[in-house]
């Protein structure tokens, strides 16, 4: 079956340390989505790609790096620089660019933990 | 930044009974609307993509409906079944490459 596949599922984390998130698509997709949820606040958009080799700051970039090598694949890095990496992290993809009409897939997200 | 207000945060709704819940958002620029259900420990799952003023959607005992002139769409369930208790999160767009996320409303079906 096609779908998004997000790990780990939980992950705890010591103060300083840097953490990749994985995200992998069996879809086609061209477009992937990070996203962070915080109690009481909408799912909020950090990075987002378009196409391969291609990606975009969001709104709460700040402290997070991603990579697109491939076209299935579109891990998140959290670094020491982020203030509050304590969240559940949601990863997406759409079947072309432009979110605007296109439905988003997602996956089962991850559990970021700081310690 | 783009706000958008889902109400009410949380409700109870007796097994059987109809419910509705409403996601509210800039009037100016809207392009879509789309509605999720998120239901615990599972993926957000899409529900509809709504483009026009006046479109009306449904997919079984859940309709849509969108107001784009005054910024409003209401989502509706009919006749609840356990299997509805969920997050419905609605999201806004205005044409570019970002969806903008309400909280969310919380629905617990008494059995």
């Not at chain 1, 995200?23 to 958009?45: F, T």
């Not at chain 1, 009409?101 to 970021?112: C, P, Q, Y």
């Not at chain 2, 784009?68 to 009919?78: F, V």
Request: glycine share 8%.
């Amino acid at each position: 079956d096609g779908g998004i596949t997000q790990s780990p599922k939980y992950l705890f984390r010591k103060e300083g340390q840097n953490v990749t998130l994985s995200c992998e698509q069996n879809l086609n997709h061209d477009a992937m989505y990070w996203y962070r949820q915080d109690p009481g606040q909408g799912l909020r958009l950090i990075y987002y790609s378009q196409i391969v080799n291609d990606f975009q700051k969001g709104d709460i970039a700040e402290g997070y790096s991603v990579s697109r090598e491939k076209k299935e694949s579109f891990p998140l890095t959290v670094t020491s620089a982020q203030k509050n990496p304590t969240a559940f992290y949601l990863c997406a993809s759409s079947l072309t660019a432009g979110a605007g009409a296109n439905v988003l897939t997602f996956g089962a997200g991850s559990r970021l933990t700081v310690l | 930044i783009l706000n958008v207000e889902q109400s009410p945060q949380s409700l109870h709704v007796q097994e059987g009974d109809s419910t509705n819940f409403t996601c509210s958002f800039p009037s100016s620029n809207f392009y879509a609307l789309h509605w999720y259900r998120w239901e615990t420990a599972k993926s957000p799952e899409a529900l509809f993509v709504m483009t026009l003023n006046g479109d009306e959607k449904k997919k079984g005992r859940i309709s849509a409906t969108l107001n784009t002139k005054e910024g409003y769409s209401y989502l509706y369930i009919k006749g609840s079944q356990p299997e509805d208790s969920a997050t419905y999160l609605c999201a806004f767009n205005f044409g570019n490459e970002k969806l903008t996320f309400g909280t969310g409303t919380r629905l617990t079906i008494i059995p």
